[in-house]
C-alpha cells in the first residue's frame, strides 16, 4: 500500500468566498495558500488572504478561470504541490484533473474516470439506469430541431425543462409548457450553457411538478471505503438555482434517509469515487425519489452538513486526496441539530431577480464566527466580499453564504433571519428581505417546501421589503435628521446645534427622496415633522455623529423607543434598525434637464454585453415580445417592449458592450392611420 503523500501548498483554482473557505482549512492545516486571480478580481478579499497570487490576465471566466493550461501553469510557478478545485468552473473538469496530475500534482477532488463519467448529465443518466436507480425521461436534444425536435418534446411530454448536459448551478436550464417556446428554450440553453460551461449540449427532460429537491453528501477513500454523510434538502430555488439549503431534511424520516444514503453509495460505488461528491434527488409527494445528478465536487451548501456532523469536509478532501482512509468520525457521524444556510445575492427579486453591480459601501452581518461552525448554536458567515468592494458583471452575483445552526431547526431558521434582518448591505439591492420573509413564513417553519415554493407564496409577498409604507415615514425622518447632523457637524460656529433648529417660528426644512418629501421643524417645543404631507408624531431622543458619513438618530414614536444608524454616502442614505433597513435617494434641488430620457426608451439595467438582436428599427412589436438579450453574470436577460408599438431607435448589434443606463432601444406608440379629411358632401 503506497504511504500517504504529506502536501505543503495548495492552489485554489477559483475565487470569492469559495477560496476562501478552502484557504482557511488549509491554513489550519499548515499548508502555503496560492490563489490565481483575473484583472477583475484583483483587488478581491481572497487575493489578500493568500500567501502569494497569480495572475491570470484577462476579465472573463473564458479567459481566466477556465484555462486549465494558465492554471496549472500557476501552480508550477508558485511552487504548489497539489490543486483543489472548488466549484464551478473547472472543478468538474476531467481535462483539467489530468493536466493537474501529468504536471506532477495532486487534484483535490475524484479521478478524472470519475468526473467523466458523471461529467455529462446524459451519460450519467445512463449509468444510474444500469445501476438501478430511479430516473426520469429524457432525451438528447444535439442535432434536433424543426419536427424532429418537436416529436422528441412530445414524446418526454410537457411539461418539460431543457437542461445543460455539462455544468450545473441553474444555467442552461428553461422550463417549457407549450410547444411555441420549445425552440427558443432550446437555443437560449444552448447559448447559455457554451457560454458558462464551454459546451452547448441540452437536453429535454420530464418536468416533475413540485417535488423536493433532496441531495446526500457521499464520501469514498482509496481504501474501498464509501460513506454517506446524511441528507441536504435544497428546494427553495429561484431559475433552478439553490437559494436556501438545509440538512436535514424536514421531510426525510429514518427509512427513506437509508434508502436515499443506500442508492447514492451504490451511484457513487459504481464509479469508484474518491473524494467529496453530492448525488441530488428529487422527492415527490409519495417519497419517491428520481437520480437528477452527481456532483463530482465540494458542493456550495457543504456547511450544512458539516454543521450537523462536525466534519471539516474540505480537511477531509484533502486527506483523502493523499492516499489517507476516512477517519472513524466520517465513518459513523452523528446527526446532530438543524443547520439551514441561505445564499445571499446582489439580486432584485421584485425586478425578475435582475443581479446588481457596483460598490458595495458597506457590509457586515453579525456572525459568531467565519468559515467554521460556531462553539454551540450560532450563525456562521462565508463571505467573498467586504465593505468598500466592488461586485463586477463577469461573475456570480452571491455576496456570501450565511449558515445558522441550532438544536432544531424553527430555532435555526429564526436565527439567521434575525441575523439578516440586522446586516448593513449598503450600495447595491439585495435578496435579503425576500430570505428573512421565507425563513419567517409560517409554510417554511412548517417544513412545507418544495421547488415551487417561491411562485406559490408569490414575490408579491416575499420580496416586499421589511420596512412597510407604515414603517418608512420614520427612515425617511431620521434619514433627514441625519443629513441635516453631519452639515451641522462640520459648520464653522454653533455647530453644536441640530440643524433646523429655531428659535423662532420659521418655515419647515425640507428634504425630498426619491420615495417620501419630509419637512420638519425644531424648536423650543421639540421635533414637528411631516411625510408626504402628514404629520409623524415623533420626539427625537439624540443624534449621534459616529463617523463623517454616519449618524444615530433616535427616535420616540407612539411611546416606543427606536435607533436608526444611518449612512450617507453620497446623495444615498441607508437606513438601518433591527426591525430592517431601507435606501432613501435624495434628490437634486435643481434637476438637471438635459438627464431626462425620452419617454419609450429601454435602458440596460446593468452593464453586459448583447448577445442577440430580435428586431430591427421599424418594426412593429407587441406588450412582452423579445427584443434583445444581454449577457451579465453568467446569465441571460431578455429585454422585452413594455407595449405595443414601432422600434423607433435600436442602439445595439450583437457584441456591443453596454453600461448601465445605457439606451438599448426606443419603442413608441404605434400612431393612428392617417383617414384624411372627412367627405364635406
Known amino acids: 500500500m503506497t504511504a500517504p503523500r504529506n502536501l505543503s501548498s495548495v492552489l485554489v483554482a477559483n475565487r470569492g468566498e469559495i477560496a476562501r473557505r478552502v484557504f482557511?482549512?488549509?491554513?489550519?492545516?499548515g499548508l502555503r495558500t496560492v490563489a490565481v486571480y483575473s484583472d477583475a478580481d484583483s483587488d478581491a478579499p481572497f487575493v489578500r488572504d493568500a500567501d502569494v497570487a497569480v495572475r491570470l490576465p484577462g476579465n472573463t471566466p473564458a479567459e481566466t478561470y477556465l484555462r486549465a493550461d494558465s492554471i496549472v501553469a500557476a501552480a508550477l510557478l508558485a511552487g504548489a504541490d497539489c490543486v483543489h478545485p472548488g466549484y464551478g468552473f473547472l472543478s468538474e473538469n476531467a481535462d483539467f484533473a489530468r493536466q493537474v496530475q501529468a504536471a506532477g500534482l495532486v487534484f483535490v477532488g475524484p479521478s478524472a474516470d470519475a468526473i467523466e463519467a458523471m461529467g455529462s448529465k446524459l451519460a450519467a443518466k445512463a449509468r444510474m439506469q444500469q445501476a438501478g436507480v430511479p430516473t426520469l425521461p429524457s432525451v438528447d436534444a444535439t442535432g434536433l430541431s424543426g419536427d424532429t425536435l418537436e416529436k422528441a418534446a412530445a414524446d418526454i411530454g410537457y411539461p418539460l425543462l431543457v437542461k445543460a448536459s455539462f455544468g450545473g448551478g441553474g444555467r442552461g436550464m428553461r422550463e417549457v409548457r407549450d410547444p411555441g417556446a420549445l425552440a427558443e428554450a432550446v437555443e437560449g440553453a444552448r447559448r447559455e450553457a457554451a457560454s458558462a460551461f464551454g459546451d452547448g449540449t441540452v437536453f429535454l427532460e420530464r418536468l416533475l411538478e413540485r417535488p423536493r429537491h433532496v441531495e446526500v453528501q457521499v464520501f469514498g477513500d482509496s481504501h474501498g471505503t464509501t460513506v454517506a454523510l446524511f441528507e441536504r434538502e435544497c428546494s427553495i430555488q429561484r431559475r433552478h438555482q439553490k437559494v436556501v439549503e438545509e440538512a436535514?431534511?424536514?421531510a426525510v424520516g429514518p427509512e427513506l434517509r437509508e434508502r436515499l444514503q443506500a442508492a447514492a453509495v451504490a451511484a457513487a460505488r459504481s464509479i469508484d469515487y474518491v473524494g467529496a461528491g453530492t448525488v441530488e434527488f428529487l422527492l415527490d409527494e409519495s417519497c419517491e425519489f428520481y437520480f437528477l445528478e452527481v456532483n463530482t465536487r465540494l458542493q456550495v451548501e457543504h456547511p450544512v452538513?458539516?454543521?450537523?456532523?462536525g466534519l471539516d469536509l474540505v480537511r477531509l478532501q484533502f486527506d483523502v486526496a493523499t492516499g489517507r482512509p476516512l477517519p472513524d468520525s466520517a465513518l459513523r457521524p452523528p446527526l446532530n441539530g438543524a443547520a439551514i444556510e441561505v445564499r445571499l445575492y446582489a439580486e432584485d427579486p421584485a425586478r425578475d431577480w435582475l443581479p446588481q453591480s457596483g460598490r458595495l459601501e458597506d457590509f457586515h452581518v453579525p456572525a459568531d464566527a467565519e468559515f467554521r461552525q460556531p462553539d454551540g448554536p450560532g450563525v456562521r458567515?462565508?463571505?467573498?466580499v467586504v465593505p468598500g468592494g466592488e461586485v463586477g458583471v463577469h461573475y456570480d452575483p452571491m455576496l456570501a453564504k450565511v449558515i445558522a445552526w441550532a438544536p432544531d431547526r424553527s430555532s435555526a431558521a429564526l436565527a439567521l433571519a434575525r441575523a439578516l434582518e440586522r446586516a448593513r448591505l449598503h450600495g447595491l439591492t439585495t435578496n435579503r428581505d425576500l430570505l428573512v420573509r421565507v425563513l419567517r413564513s409560517e409554510a417554511f417553519l412548517a417544513g412545507e417546501t418544495d421547488t415551487g415554493f417561491l411562485d406559490r407564496h408569490g414575490l408579491d409577498v416575499l420580496a416586499a421589503p421589511l420596512v412597510d409604507a407604515e414603517r418608512l415615514p420614520l427612515h425617511a425622518l431620521a434619514a433627514a435628521l441625519a443629513g441635516a447632523?453631519?452639515?451641522?457637524?462640520?459648520?464653522?460656529?454653533?455647530?453644536?446645534?441640530?440643524s433646523g433648529w429655531r428659535n423662532n417660528p420659521t418655515r419647515p426644512q425640507t428634504t425630498v427622496f426619491d420615495a417620501a418629501t419630509?419637512?420638519?421643524?425644531?424648536?423650543?417645543a421639540g421635533l414637528a415633522a411631516d411625510v408626504d404631507g402628514t404629520p409623524v408624531e415623533a420626539t427625537l431622543l439624540s443624534t449621534e455623529v459616529l463617523a463623517p458619513d454616519r449618524v444615530r438618530v433616535e427616535l420616540d414614536a407612539g411611546g416606543l423607543r427606536s435607533a436608526f444608524e444611518v449612512h450617507v454616502a453620497g446623495d444615498r442614505c441607508y437606513v438601518d434598525e433591527p426591525r430592517g433597513s431601507s435606501t432613501l435617494v435624495e434628490q437634486p434641488r435643481f434637476p438637471d434637464p438635459s438627464a431626462a430620457i425620452a419617454p419609450g426608451s429601454l435602458t440596460a439595467a446593468m452593464p453586459g454585453s448583447v448577445t442577440r438582436v430580435a428586431v430591427a428599427e421599424g418594426d412593429r412589436v407587441t406588450a412582452g415580445q423579445p427584443l434583445l438579450v444581454l449577457e451579465a453574470m453568467k446569465m441571460e436577460h431578455p429585454v422585452t417592449a413594455p407595449t405595443a408599438g414601432v422600434v423607433t431607435a435600436l442602439h445595439v448589434t450583437v457584441g456591443q458592450q453596454v453600461e448601465t443606463g445605457a439606451v438599448l432601444a426606443v419603442v413608441e406608440d404605434e400612431p393612428a392611420p392617417d383617414r384624411g379629411e372627412p367627405d364635406a358632401s
Open 248 to 250: 436535514p431534511s424536514p
Open 381 to 384: 458567515l462565508d463571505s467573498g
Open 24 to 29: 482557511a482549512t488549509a491554513r489550519a492545516m
Open 518 to 524: 419630509v419637512q420638519y421643524r425644531l424648536d423650543r
Open 305 to 309: 452538513t458539516e454543521a450537523v456532523t
Open 485 to 498: 447632523a453631519l452639515r451641522r457637524a462640520t459648520a464653522p460656529v454653533l455647530a453644536g446645534l441640530p
